[in-house]
């Protein structure tokens, strides 16, 4: 019996979990392998609508799901919490004591956003990283009238890159509809050298931040709120008085790799590039080609989790699934993978709002750059599309 055991019932662990599955269907059939999810709620959030909350167009009800819902047949569910795990004796620990063994593990365990790491963060900023956080950012929006707004971002990677952006611009065009951007001043802080990471993007997005009036800051990184007097402080140790602070928060990756030895601090998975396979954490000597350093042969890593230099969002655990899934699968029926899913190429699709009903789309992966169309209502309603469609398509593999 071979045992595929994958944690977090996320994007990227529902998704791998149902691949692996429908690729594993005889050997389970015959009782030769299992497929199980193990996951802390047994709910699946749909984390891209809380955004959306805070705009005021979506309910909290509607982005959660029951993880068994989405779930093909074969393939078993735990709703317990990880406590440890166990690269050498290939156990994972569970809450309720269970040690859990596996022959191929796959870690989806996404990010932890940490609002409480940065002092005055819970306090004073808004986000729209949680249901809850969203919604009161929408009460906040609601009884705003006038005065600053300072958008920022106390750290980096954090999910979704580009949804301060995207908020910096629905909340301006927000404003102008209720008859009060004239009484407005809007400070976007980013915190490296342009308005985003990706040239390309940047490029696209810096226009519309002068067309629509509302001040870019760069290398201006949060790094404390001062709320006495109500002033951001950035890394370059700049003073932004505000009204409003909207803040994404700090993220970490999940604290039981850090435990366990697979991820630094910082909580990312060293993970490689194409194979998605988890490499060891002990740093290597210098000038040890990155191939050299040594990857568990049965451990992957997906989603948010991982160290990759890529967008920390659904869409990339989405496009990394099929390669997880075509390994595990192979490793299991004794063969080496196969075509087009034996190696991640570093895709990601990504819907990007800019506010007045437009959008556009970033399209990238490790060796094409995005090149985001010009903004239309189109490409706003694929988003809004996606979105209603999600259920039904990407954790099922559908699409
Ligand atoms: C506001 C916002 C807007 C976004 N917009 C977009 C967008 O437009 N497009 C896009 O592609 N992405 C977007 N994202 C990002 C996207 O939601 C995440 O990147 C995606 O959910 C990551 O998938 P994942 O499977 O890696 O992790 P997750 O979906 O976060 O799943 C991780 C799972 O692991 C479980 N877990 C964690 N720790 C434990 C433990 N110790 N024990 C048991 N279970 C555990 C959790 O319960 C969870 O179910 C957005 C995110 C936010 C917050």
Redesign the pocket.
């Known amino acids: 019996m071979q045992r595929v055991v994958v ?9 791998s979990a149902n691949l692996v599955a429908r690729k594993l269907k005889k050997e389970i059939a015959a009782g030769e392998a299992s497929v199980t999810v ?4 047994g ?9 959306y909350i ?1 705009m005021g167009n979506e309910k909290p009800e509607k982005l959660v799901r029951p ?1 068994r819902s989405l779930l093909d047949g074969n393939v078993q569910l735990v709703v ?4 440890g795990i166990d690269t050498a004796a290939q156990v994972v620990a ?2 309720d004591g269970t040690q859990m063994p596996y022959d191929q593990l796959v870690i ?6 940490l609002p409480e790491a940065m002092d005055n963060f819970e306090a004073e900023a808004h986000h ?3 249901p809850d956080a ?1 919604a009161r950012l929408r009460k906040a929006l609601d009884g705003f009238t006038g005065g600053k707004i300072v958008i920022g971002i106390a750290g980096i990677p954090y ?2 890159p ?2 301060p952006l ?1 908020v910096a611009f629905l909340v301006e065009s927000e404003l102008r509809e209720r008859g009060i951007r004239d009484k407005t001043e809007m400070v976007f802080l980013s915190p490296i050298n342009r308005a985003f990471t990706i040239e390309s993007v940047s490029e696209m997005a810096t226009p519309i931040f002068e067309e629509k009036g509302i001040r870019l800051e760069l290398l201006a990184g949060v790094s404390e709120i001062d709320a006495e007097r109500k002033v951001v402080i950035t890394d370059a140790f700049e003073e932004h008085p505000y009204d409003l602070l909207i803040c994404v928060p700090p993220h970490k990756g ?3 790799v850090i435990d366990a030895g697979i991820a630094p601090k910082s909580g990312w998975i060293p993970t490689d590039r194409h194979t998605l396979q988890v490499k060891t954490v002990a740093k290597p000597a210098p000038g040890t080609p990155d191939e050299a350093v040594p990857r568990y042969p049965n451990v992957y890593a ?4 991982t160290d990759l230099p890529l ?8 496009f990394e699934a099929p390669i997880v899934a075509e390994r595990v699968a192979a490793a299991v029926q004794g063969r080496e993978p196969e075509g087009k899913e034996a190696s991640y190429t570093g895709k ?5 709002e800019v506010g007045d009903g437009k959008g556009t789309l970033l399209q990238f992966d490790y060796d094409h750059p995005p090149k985001p169309p010009k903004p239309n209502q189109l490409w706003h309603l694929g ?1 809004i599309i996606f979105n209603k469609t999600y259920w039904q398509t990407v954790p099922k593999g559908r699409v």
């Open positions: 944690l977090g019932g996320g994007v990227g662990g529902t998704l193990v996951d802390a709620t709910a699946h959030a749909y984390q891209p609508g809380y955004m805070a993880e317990d919490t990880i406590t569970l809450g989806a365990l996404g990010s932890r956003i729209f990283y949680s969203a999910k979704c580009p949804a995207e999940a604290q039981v997906l989603g948010d989790a967008s920390k969002a659904g869409s990339t655990a989405h990601v699709m990504c819907f990007f988003k």
